[in-house]
């Protein structure tokens, strides 16, 4: 069975290069520097050549999401012969109005790339299920994922879902513990790393809650406490931080999260969106 290609393979190594051990960054170091030569060599050849293992390097390969060295070495000659548009370049002290706009949608439009293509449709389809079948969703956030949960409760509760925000750390955390099998908690971090925001995913994992986190592709702590994982992929920059282009990766995955419950209960959802927005217009002159 043929393998399907990964259009942003280098990518994905630069955001996992942090959670990567001295030995796996070496080999990270090596293929990044010569991903033609790896694209032509055998997996016992790269062993030779960097010194390390074959069993480490089918371990590289499956931290990155792939599914083996073959898969690795088919994406690496495709990057290679059809370079992808990454956009890493950082914002200068130098840069005119222009530059700076060009470069900060260009950021946006390859998180989003990297983010579809880590983006598992199984796990979207899990998450609908859960969120359908539990009484009642959570939504933790904090710092500058906080507006993004702000946004999912606001989206949920348009299509008649019983949903809660909870941006508090200490609301988090008491909210949390108080939760069991009829709750889902959805978590947006990007780090995954945020000590309040990880409490609380414990708690409400040790409650016995269903865990939904919204996090970044980099191996993380979080993803200890999930039942399902929704990746976004973004590239921290000095001056592009994760506030920036994962804030826009991450709400396009609630979109297609809502979408996908709108869809799944057609009518119902059709139906509430209807009565809600005849609520709103009361807002409106």
């Excluded at 390097?57 to 994406?75: E, H, T």
């Excluded at 859960?130 to 009642?136: E, M, N, T």
């Excluded at 399902?228 to 973004?234: D, E, N, P, Q, Y």
Aim: charged letters at 20%; proline letters at 2%; one cysteine or more.
């Amino acid at each position: 069975m043929q393998q399907s290609l990964v259009t942003n393979i280098t990518n994905r190594i630069r955001v996992r290069y942090d959670s990567f051990g001295p030995r796996t960054r070496e080999l990270a170091d090596y293929v990044m520097e010569n991903p033609l030569q790896v694209a032509g060599l055998s997996i016992t050849q790269l062993a030779e050549t960097t010194g390390i293992s074959e069993g480490s390097i089918i371990n590289f390969c499956r931290q990155l999401g792939l599914k083996g060295f073959q898969q690795l070495k088919l994406s690496l000659a495709q990057e290679v012969v059809q370079p992808v548009q990454f956009i890493h370049e950082d914002l200068q002290q130098g840069d005119d109005t222009q530059t700076i706009c060009k470069k900060m949608f260009h950021a946006g439009e390859q998180a989003l790339r990297d983010t579809v293509s880590v983006l598992d449709p199984d796990a979207v389809a899990a998450a609908v299920d859960v969120i359908r079948s539990a009484k009642r969703i959570e939504v933790y956030g904090i710092g500058s994922s906080a507006p993004i949960a702000e946004d999912a409760q606001y989206r949920m509760l348009r299509i008649g879902l019983e949903a809660k925000v909870v941006v508090d750390s200490h609301i988090q955390a008491i909210s949390a513990s108080q939760t069991d099998s009829d709750v889902v908690v959805l978590t947006i971090s990007h780090s995954g790393a945020t000590h309040e925001t990880l409490a609380a995913t414990r708690l409400a994992k040790e409650a016995g809650a269903k865990v939904i986190v919204i996090t970044n592709f980099a191996s993380s702590p979080i993803q200890a406490y999930a039942d399902i994982k929704l990746f976004t992929m973004s590239r921290e920059t000095k001056f592009r931080t994760e506030a920036m282009t994962s804030r826009i990766a991450q709400l396009c995955i609630m979109d297609t999260l809502i979408a996908a419950l709108a869809l799944r209960d057609h009518d119902r959802s059709i139906s509430k969106l209807r009565d809600t927005f005849d609520v709103l217009s009361i807002k409106r002159f």
